[in-house]
T-cell receptor, first 114, second 112 residues
Framework: ETGVTQSPTHLIKTRGQQVTLRCSSQSGHNTVSWYQQALGQGPQFIFQYYREEENGRGNFPPRFSGLQFPNYSSELNVNALELDDSALYLC?????????????FGPGTRLTVL | GNSVTQMEGPVTLSEEAFLTINCTYTATGYPSLFWYVQYPGEGLQLLLKATKADDKGSNKGFEATYRKETTSFHLEKGSVQVSDSAVYFCALRNQAGTALIFGKGTTLSVSS
């Protein structure tokens, strides 16, 4: 069974640019959640996708957007990058959306904005 | 709103010492509670969980009891090992069931 994978591992961008991060969910999972983890902080919920629809969103501006594909993999897009967007971005996969099933986390993508 | 507060780190212990990491929460209703662990360079791993009051979650020698009266979920281990060195996060699941709300994390460093 393949776990949650994320790409790329590291990324460096400059202010104002756009970035796309990718996540492949664990086999059999239909739900992907994205979190932002700033240095020294706990992860903060960005949004969740369930069966290709946004299923819940945290307190993040619209320049954070996402997609989920028919194979349940997902992308996180961030437009107009700001310095404060520098963080570790974690994706987690689970079963059945807003449920009490465990979320399994990937290793994350480290984004640095200069 | 929902929030989790956990003790500031770092916590530095010798091998075989007793560990407590305090965690309290604010939430509507009775959320499920979790402890996650993050080893260097890795993603979060679920360590243990409890879904209702007085439940005790346990795994790998770690334990935590869901205390509704004190809104707490303190993590304990009787004898830590060097391999337990990591960052520990307390978390709760929101009422909608979609998001995990995390504390800021506590770094544990165990020396031999």
């Amino acid at each position: 069974e393949t776990g949650v994978t994320q790409s790329p591992t590291h990324l460096i961008k400059t202010r104002g640019q756009q970035v796309t991060l990718r996540c492949s969910s664990q086999s059999g999972h239909n739900t992907v959640s994205w979190y932002q983890q700033a240095l020294g902080q706990g992860p903060q919920f960005i949004f969740q996708y369930y069966r290709e629809e946004e299923n819940g969103r945290g307190n993040f501006p619209p320049r954070f957007s996402g997609l989920q594909f028919p194979n349940y993999s997902s992308e996180l897009n961030v437009n107009a990058l700001e310095l404060d967007d520098s963080a570790l971005y974690l994706c987690a996969s689970s079963l059945d959306g807003a449920s009490y099933n465990e979320q399994f986390f990937g290793p994350g993508t480290r984004l640095t904005v200069l | 709103g929902n929030s989790v507060t956990q003790m500031e780190g770092p916590v530095t212990l010798s091998e075989e010492a007793f560990l407590t990491i305090n965690c309290t929460y604010t939430a509507t209703g009775y959320p499920s509670l979790f402890w996650y662990v993050q080893y260097p360079g890795e993603g979060l791993q679920l360590l243990l969980k409890a879904t209702k009051a007085d439940d005790k979650g346990s795994n790998k020698g770690f334990e935590a009891t869901y205390r509704k009266e004190t809104t707490s979920f303190h993590l304990e281990k009787g004898s830590v090992q060097v391999s337990d060195s990591a960052v520990y996060f307390c978390a709760l699941r929101n009422q909608a069931g979609t998001a995990l709300i995390f504390g800021k994390g506590t770094t544990l460093s165990v020396s031999s």
